[in-house]
C-alpha cells in the first residue's frame, strides 16, 4: 500500500499522457506530428527545462474543450488516488490556453468539474494553483489575473513557472501584490535552473509561502538556515530533475542531504507523463537511490501535508 500523502507541485498539463493526446487530437480533428503514442514517447529525452517545455506547449494544443479539461484531471485524479496521494495541489497553465484562444472559463470549469468529484470518486481532496509564465511579461501576467478575477471561487493560489533563467522573480512583484489583495496564496517556481538569489527574491519581493523546486538553495548555506528556520516548504521533485538535468543522477540528488539539514521538503512528481512516474514512483524512486529510512520516507509524507494549504480540521481527515 503507497503511503497516503499530499501532491503540491503538480502540472495539470504535465500528466496528458500520449494515449489521452491522442484521443483528444481525434476528438477534436487534429493531427499530432507523430505516428503513434509510441513515437510521442519516445520523444520524452530532454537536454534541459526548455527542450521540455517545447514539447509540453506543444502537446497541449489537442486541449481545446471544457470536456478535454475533465478528461485530462480525471485521468490524474484516478492515477494519483492509486499511488496514495489523498490531497493534490494542481498548477494550470492558463496562458499556454488563453494564446490558443480556449478561454479562462472552458479552463477552469472543465478541471473543477472533475475536482469537484474527486473527494467522492477518488478520496482526494484538492486546490487549484493559476501559474503565471515567467516567460511572458508581467502585464500578460496581470491580464491573466484579471480574466481568473471571475473564477475565484475555485482558485486558492497563483504560482509562477515556465523558463526560469534570466526570468526573475522580482519582475512580477505587482502581480503578486494584486493576488495577495485578492487572498490568494503564493508559491513560485525558483531554483531549479535558476540561482539561490532567485529563491531569495521569490521569499522577499513576491512573499510565497512555499519554493517549488528550491534545489539550488544548497549553494547558499545562509538561505538554507533561514528556510530552515522559518519552516518555509521545498516541493521537490526527484525525476523531474533527473530528466531535465537538474541532477545527474538520482543517487547524486540531494534530497536526502536537504531532509537532513532540516529543510521542509516534499516529494512530488511535476509532470509525470513526461519525467517517468507519479507521486508514489518519485517517493520510492528516491527512497531507494538514496537509501531512505522509513522513518525519512514518513517525515517527507508528513511534510506534504504539513506543507499544504488544507486546514488543520481537513488536514487531519486526508491523513
Ligand atoms: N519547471 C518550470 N515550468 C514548468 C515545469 C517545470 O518543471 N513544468 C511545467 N512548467
Ligand atoms: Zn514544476
Known amino acids: 500500500m503507497p503511503i497516503p500523502k499530499a501532491e503540491l507541485h503538480l502540472h495539470i498539463e504535465g500528466t496528458l499522457e500520449p494515449e ?88 477552469v470549469a472543465g478541471l473543477a468539474r472533475a ?32 480574466a481568473a478575477r471571475p473564477y475565484l471561487d475555485h482558485i486558492t493560489g497563483v504560482g509562477l513557472d515556465s523558463a526560469e533563467a534570466g526570468n526573475p522573480p522580482s519582475l512580477f ?3 503578486y501584490e494584486e493576488a495577495a489583495r485578492l487572498g490568494l496564496r503564493r508559491v513560485a517556481h525558483a531554483g ?19 519554493i517549488d523546486h528550491g534545489l539550488r538553495s544548497v549553494e547558499d548555506p545562509a538561505l538554507v538556515e533561514r528556510l530552515v528556520r522559518a519552516r518555509v516548504p521545498l516541493t521537490v521533485c526527484p525525476l523531474s530533475n533527473v530528466r531535465l538535468r537538474a541532477v545527474d543522477v538520482l543517487s547524486a540528488h540531494p534530497l536526502r542531504a536537504m531532509l537532513e539539514a532540516g529543510l521542509v521538503v516534499t516529494v512530488n512528481s511535476d509532470d509525470p507523463a513526461y519525467f517517468g512516474g507519479y507521486a508514489e514512483d518519485n517517493l520510492r524512486a528516491a527512497a531507494d537511490a538514496l537509501r531512505l529510512g522509513e522513518d525519512q520516507v514518513r517525515l517527507l509524507a508528513r511534510n506534504s501535508f504539513e506543507a499544504s494549504f488544507l486546514d488543520d480540521a481537513e488536514d487531519l481527515r486526508a491523513a
Open 115 to 146: 475536482l469537484d468529484r474527486a473527494p467522492e470518486r477518488h478520496g482526494v481532496t484538492t486546490r487549484l494553483i493559476l501559474c503565471f509564465l515567467r516567460d511572458a511579461s508581467p502585464e500578460s501576467a496581470a491580464e491573466t489575473l484579471a
Open 20 to 107: 489521452l493526446a491522442f484521443t483528444l487530437a481525434a476528438r477534436n480533428g487534429l493531427a499530432l506530428p507523430y505516428a503513434d503514442a509510441e513515437e510521442l514517447r519516445a520523444r520524452y529525452r530532454f537536454q534541459d527545462l526548455q527542450s521540455f517545455l517545447d514539447l509540453y506547449y506543444e502537446l497541449m494544443a489537442v486541449l481545446r474543450t471544457e470536456e478535454d479539461f475533465t478528461d485530462l484531471a480525471e485521468a490524474y485524479l484516478a492515477r494519483a488516488a492509486a499511488q496514495g496521494v489523498r490531497h493534490a495541489e494542481i498548477f494550470f497553465d492558463p496562458q499556454a490556453h488563453l494564446a490558443r484562444g480556449v478561454p479562462m472559463g472552458t479552463v
Open 173 to 175: 512583484r505587482a502581480v
Open 192 to 210: 531549479e535552473e535558476g540561482p539561490a538569489a532567485y529563491v531569495r527574491e521569490a521569499l522577499d519581493v513576491l512573499g510565497v509561502e512555499r
